[in-house]
């Protein structure tokens, strides 16, 4: 595996690849890797000829409260585990490559960026859109792969790649959870052996308001509600939202037609978490997706 830390030569690098017609697959990264990461990393394997993951904690994303400084590195641990993967390419570059003095534009997109995260993190969307624009500049990808448990992070971006008319193929693969169904997440990590317990509570919610809509619920609120309900009974939880909104537009859903996104953002102590579940309605049978 090589390593890259500037822009300059790993454009050189891509460039490269692709004139000798070869595919290149890039997996965006904040590093402190896990198996969430590595099915992006193999999925873009089997698709592409030569994959490139980039670590990178983007400070642009991180609001001034937010936990950018504290946010978990393992620099040794990550490239350890992507050259057993095999990939080809660690693309790693420093804050003052990415952002050098004097930097001042950014990529804002407006309505799917708003709501849900958007209204509890102003500013991350846009951090995210300019510094997933900046490494597909780098890393000139054919295709790139993102994970649906940040299923606004994959609208966002699709959002950018259509309206820019970015060249390059965005593919969303499935969340993988623990064995008792907790999202993986690099956040996961700061959670006590007691958070991880009440962390759970995630998955039972999205687990039930699933089986509800199976079973022919389609009032929005009141999914939304009983989500509320159990989640509130754990004591260390608090609620950023727990919505039902449509998949791709992001807007609230009053009933479920068609494919709506059920989407949470709880607390555990001092740890944020968010999960989610996609659902279709079609000719009143509810199927449940990624
Ligand atoms: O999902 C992440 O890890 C980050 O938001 C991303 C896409 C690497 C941009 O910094």
């Known amino acids: 595996m090589k390593t890259l830390v500037s822009v300059a030569e ?38 592409c000829d030569v994959t490139v993951v980039s670590v990178f904690v983007n400070p642009a994303q991180f609001g001034p409260n937010e936990d950018y400084l504290n946010y978990p590195r ?25 952002y050098p003095p004097g930097f001042q534009s950014y990529v804002t997109v407006e309505q799917v960026a708003a709501p849900l995260e958007g209204e509890f993190r102003p500013g ?18 054919h295709r790139a792969y993102f994970g649906q448990k940040d299923a606004q992070q994959c609208v966002v971006v699709q959002r950018m790649v259509r309206d820019l008319h970015l060249p390059v193929e965005i593919v969303v693969c499935p969340i993988v959870r623990e064995t008792d169904g907790l999202a993986m997440s690099s956040r996961n990590a700061y959670l006590n052996a007691e958070e991880r317990r009440a962390a759970l509570v995630l998955y039972r919610a999205l687990s039930g308001a699933r089986e509800r809509l ?34 791709e537009t992001l807007a609230p859903v009053e009933r479920v037609t068609g494919r709506v996104l059920v989407a949470l ?22 199927t449940s997706l990624l």
């Not at 846009?126 to 597909?136: I, Q, Y």
């Not at 022919?216 to 909104?245: F, K, T």
């Open 124 to 141: 991350h969307f846009r951090g995210v859109a300019t510094v997933v624009a900046k490494l597909f500049q780098a890393v000139q990808p």
């Open 74 to 98: 393992d620099p040794e641990h990550d490239r350890g585990r992507l050259e057993r993967e095999g990939v080809d390419f660690l693309f790693a570059p420093t804050v003052e490559e990415m």
């Open 10 to 47: 790993m454009q050189v690098a891509a460039a490269g690849v692709r004139g000798a017609g070869r595919s290149i697959g890039l997996v965006p990264t904040m590093g402190a890797l896990h198996e969430g990461h590595l099915s992006l990393v193999r999925r873009a394997q089997q698709e």
């Open 214 to 247: 199976q079973q022919g619920e389609r009032d929005s609120a009141s999914i939304a509600a009983e989500m509320r309900r159990l989640i509130e009974q754990e004591p260390s939880a608090r609620i950023d939202y727990a919505a039902v909104v449509d998949a």
């Open 265 to 286: 953002a709880v607390w555990i102590g001092r740890v944020r978490l968010i999960d989610n579940v996609v659902v279709e309605e079609h000719d009143g049978r509810v």
